[in-house]
């Protein structure tokens, strides 16, 4: 017993330590993005331009995640299939944690005010691109691991928990006042303090995870994924020769990588739109919680003279949003310990369509009831449907993939592009979902709240969104009787249709003969 439950210990502090960099990751994101629009407007941007800045890290990771995912299922370097790809985007997050804050100083020194928003406008991509696209890395790492043990669930329940204890810390890190510091005086300022600590933080997670994951190298195969010789992946020789036949291998998996992701199997493609609902549903929310704090709670101006009365509630609004954004993210880590629980008592779909039917309840008591207590409570309440979200559709991902000979041969015979695909594509159209959602967002709801006046329409969109979520949920397909119930049901369709077409025919002719009786009749 002892035994069992030092085992159970150890391969519990294995997984914290695996995940590290997804606790990394998502302490830059959440403190990073709580510095970076005040930054964007520091440098002479308008709030237009701005928007579309945010827009463009999501538009490329679109097209970059299911690249990433195809390459480095075919990858074979002396890494592992997926560190090289974990370190190439997290240099570029890395880069980006020095251009942010210091673009106006390293712009300046180039030669003035253009160069500097250049330059932070470049840390802002790659650090919005890099984030997320690193995920999808991480995700196919955690499948390749444990994805043929009992602890496949488990690996992505800590996976979502670390992401929520990363939300939390980097959420804090932004709530504390830098400025006064010793830090902030000896790096220059509030921001460059904060991100002088998300870059030692986010090394440290970086060095963990790369030195924990035990991954196959180039000499050991997966039976599930084929390996072209002319495809090779040699990213991290750090060779000018390889390197080049990296890039060259790269590009010409892209086309590949997007015909995957948009010619994804049946039951991906189910999963890909209640995905598509519920990350649209929750970044309705999270991108946009607090100007709804600071204008429809606290009543304040975000355009208002700084130090007057409405930019003083503004601000105090934005800081209750920041703060109900951390009870979401503590929240979140709490439901994720207890969401294998829930699962096998309801079930994944269920657990899943309870988690958005609570998030649309709590975005709908937001719309009429205006209070900071509301906003701490209703925020709590999206927690679950973050944990949710960030674990159960990978967790179903990773079982198809193992029975792809089931799921993915539902509507038509399973394919030799299918079947040499690994993990990795999958996650990567399953995260595709996740971008569109975030592009969608970008573009269109400014202009929506430009039309109706009122920043109340993020949260309604949100609800409205979490509904569109429950429906499409009841779709998903998590077990093999629910392909066998989809099975039957179009078979009785296709029974039933020549019965119906065959009384449309009886109903014509009896028309038709009653229309020539009256006509003799005349």
């Known amino acids: 017993m002892s035994v069992a439950m030092d085992v159970s210990i150890s391969a519990l502090w294995r997984l914290l330590l695996l995940n590290s960099l997804v606790f990394g990751i998502e302490i830059c994101a959440a403190a990073g993005f709580t510095f970076v629009p005040p930054l964007l407007l520091k440098s002479g941007m308008e709030d237009s331009q701005m928007s579309l800045v945010l827009g463009i890290g999501p538009f490329i990771a679109l097209f970059l995640v299911p690249a990433i995912g195809a390459t480095s299922d075919q990858c074979q370097s002396s890494l592992g299939r997926r560190r090289p790809f974990i370190l190439i985007l997290s240099a570029g997050i890395c880069l980006s944690l020095v251009f942010i804050p210091y673009g106006e100083l390293i712009g300046n020194s180039l030669g003035g005010k253009p160069y500097a928003m250049s330059i932070i406008t470049l840390g802002v991509v790659l650090l919005d691109c890099c984030t997320q696209a690193c995920f999808t890395p991480m995700e196919a790492l955690l499948a390749d691991i444990y994805g043929n043990t009992d602890m496949s669930e488990s690996s992505f329940l800590v996976y979502t928990f670390m992401v929520s204890l990363g939300g939390c810390v980097g959420y804090l890190l932004t709530a504390i006042d830098w400025e006064n510091s010793v830090l902030a005086l000896w790096v220059g300022g509030q921001e460059q303090a904060v991100f002088l600590l998300l870059f030692l933080l986010f090394a440290g997670s970086l060095g963990v995870t790369v030195f924990v994951a035990k991954e196959k190298v180039s000499g050991e195969r997966d039976s599930q994924v084929t390996f ?237 969104l979490g509904v569109a979520a429950c429906f499409s949920l009841s779709g998903i397909i998590v077990t093999e009787e629910d392909l066998q119930t989809i099975r039957t049901s179009r078979a009785l369709t296709v029974l039933e249709s020549p019965r119906r077409s065959q009384g449309k025919v009886r109903r014509s002719s009896s028309g038709k003969s009653h229309m020539s009786i009256s006509m003799e009749m005349f």
């Open 228 to 464: 072209t010789p002319h495809r090779r992946c040699r990213i991290c020789d750090f060779v000018p020769r390889a390197c080049l036949q990296s890039v060259i291998a790269f590009t010409r998996l892209i086309p590949k990588g997007l015909t995957n992701s948009i010619e994804a199997p049946f039951v991906l493609r189910r999963l890909q739109v209640a995905h598509f609902f519920m990350w649209a549903a929750l970044f309705c929310y999270t991108m946009f919680f607090s100007d709804f704090v600071g204008e429809e709670v606290y009543h304040g101006r975000p355009h208002a003279l700084v130090g007057s009365d409405e930019r003083k509630l503004y601000d105090e609004g934005v800081r209750m949003g920041s703060f109900g954004l951390l009870i979401q993210c503590v929240m979140a880590a709490v439901f994720s310990m207890f969401l294998e629980t829930v699962v096998k008592q309801i079930g994944e779909r269920r657990t899943l369509q309870l988690s958005m039917a609570l998030f649309t309840v709590a975005m709908t008591l937001l719309v009429f009831v205006r209070t900071p207590v509301m906003v701490v409570m209703m925020s709590a309440l999206t927690g679950f449907a973050s944990a949710a979200a960030n674990s159960l559709p990978y967790t179903l991902v990773g079982a198809y993939h193992e029975k792809q000979e089931i799921f993915f041969a539902f509507d038509s015979p399973l394919t030799e592009s299918l079947r040499s695909s690994g993990v990795g594509v999958h996650m990567a159209a399953l995260d595709s979902s996740y971008f569109l959602a975030q592009i969608m967002l970008s573009a269109l709801m400014g202009y929506i709240v430009h039309i109706t006046h009122s920043v109340t329409t993020y949260i309604t969109c949100a609800a409205l």
